[in-house]
C-alpha cells in the first residue's frame, strides 16, 4: 500500500505541473489579446557560448535592455519600444558574432 502512494506521487506531480504550465500559458495569451505588456526584472547575464552580455535595467519612464553596449528602451507602461542607442565605446564592429553551425550536406 505504502509502495503505491510513493508511485503515485510523481504522476499527481506531473499533472499539476502541467496543469500548472497549460493555466499560464492560458493566462498569457489573455494578456497578449487584452495589451498588458510584459513584466521583466533587472538583471545581468552572460552567455559563455556566444560571448553576450545582457543587462536588464528598470527605470521610471523605461526599461532598458543592452545587449554588448546597444540598448534598447522599451516604454515602462506600454512595453513599446521607444529608442535604441549606445554606451559610451560601443562599438559595432567588435561584437562578438553568434556561433555558426556546420550546414548538413544533403
Avoid at 510513493?6 to 505541473?17: C, E, N, R, T
Avoid at 502541467?18 to 493555466?23: S, T
Avoid at 489573455?30 to 536588464?56: K, M
Wanted: overall charge positive; hydrophobic content about 40%; aromatic content about 8%.
Amino acid at each position: 500500500m505504502a509502495t503505491s502512494r510513493l508511485l503515485a506521487k510523481p504522476h499527481s506531480a506531473q499533472i499539476i505541473s502541467w496543469l500548472r504550465l497549460r493555466f499560464r500559458v492560458g493566462l498569457g495569451k489573455l494578456f497578449n489579446l487584452a495589451g498588458v505588456p510584459g513584466i521583466v526584472r533587472e538583471c545581468d547575464y552572460a552567455a559563455n557560448t556566444t560571448d553576450a552580455q545582457v543587462t536588464v535595467r528598470v527605470r521610471e519612464l523605461f526599461t532598458i535592455i543592452t545587449v554588448n553596449g546597444l540598448e534598447i528602451y522599451f516604454h515602462r507602461l506600454t512595453g513599446t519600444i521607444d529608442g535604441v542607442g549606445s554606451r559610451c565605446g560601443y562599438r559595432p564592429d567588435r561584437v562578438p558574432e553568434s556561433a555558426q553551425f556546420p550546414t548538413s550536406s544533403e
